[in-house]
């Protein structure tokens, strides 16, 4: 994987003009539970967007990956030591002015890996992707996982909605991090089949007026680095599809 920070200024104009797709990790820094890091969203995001570049690059497309966008809205973690974040307008301002640097310097493509499904927070990457199309007149990327074809992709719990550092995610960190994750206390929480879905549907606003005091549910005990493994494939192919896709379109004029 090459990493787009790390190259030179010319290395990034010669990319460019070769056609390279660019791929931005977007997470969140916000509790995930006793035994996960603040920082989950932003390792699975890394994680997806580094194998999505990996096949990517099998489909003999060059793909670089940008550093993270971390601090975005966080407001559902409300009265949790450790959620730091911005303003859902701020945060679309912020990715807006991202992708539209990215896109008006010529890039063909800039797709958007998110790992962090607060709704606010999706707003704001919607809001982004179209504010960043009108100034620039070209598309970003960005596919949603919460959208039903994408979601029966995946794991039953993450359908569930219960899933907010139950066993979806951390298999997720588990097949990447396992040093990060809390042993002692993942192996004795119990099962919350709390739908974070529903509690919004039902006027819920923060993971405390939803009842969940500890900033988990589902079932982190029955989480495994192998199911980790399974789904960060099935991530990264969802990924790969949708730049693929859009290469296979036809450029806008003038670009």
């Not at 070209?138 to 219960?162: H, Q, V």
């Not at 979806?168 to 192996?187: F, M, N």
């Not at 199911?227 to 990264?236: A, F, K, M, Q």
């Amino acid at each position: 994987m090459k990493r787009f920070d790390e190259l030179t200024t010319e290395d990034a104009a010669r990319a460019r003009d070769e056609g390279a797709v660019l791929l931005l990790p977007v997470g969140s820094i916000e509790p995930h539970g006793p035994h996960l890091p603040l920082s989950t969203d932003v390792l699975i995001a890394e994680e997806a967007a580094r194998r999505a570049a990996g096949r990517l690059e099998e489909a003999g497309r060059l793909a670089l990956v940008l550093p993270a966008f971390v601090y975005s809205t966080v407001e559902f973690s409300a009265g949790f030591a450790g959620a730091v974040g911005a303003g859902a307008e701020n945060a679309a301002r912020a990715l807006s002015d991202l992708l539209a640097a990215l896109l008006g310097q010529g890039f063909r493509a800039v797709c958007l890996v998110n790992a962090h499904l607060e709704p606010a927070h999706l707003g704001s990457l919607r809001a982004a992707v179209a504010s960043a199309a009108e100034r620039t007149r070209r598309n970003a990327i960005f596919p949603d996982i919460t959208r039903r074809t994408l979601a029966a992709r995946l794991t039953d719990e993450f359908r569930s909605g219960s899933c907010h550092a139950g066993r979806y995610e951390t298999s997720l960190v588990l097949a990447v991090r396992p040093d990060l994750v809390r042993e002692e206390i993942r192996a004795s929480l119990p099962p919350i089949d709390t739908s974070l879905v529903e509690a919004i549907q039902d006027g819920r606003r923060t993971f405390l007026e939803a009842g969940l005091d500890r900033a988990y549910c589902g079932d982190p005990a029955s989480a495994s680095a192998e199911e980790g493994e399974d789904t960060y494939e099935i991530l990264s192919e969802i990924i790969a599809e949708a730049v693929l896709a859009e290469l296979e379109a036809p450029e806008p004029s003038g670009h």
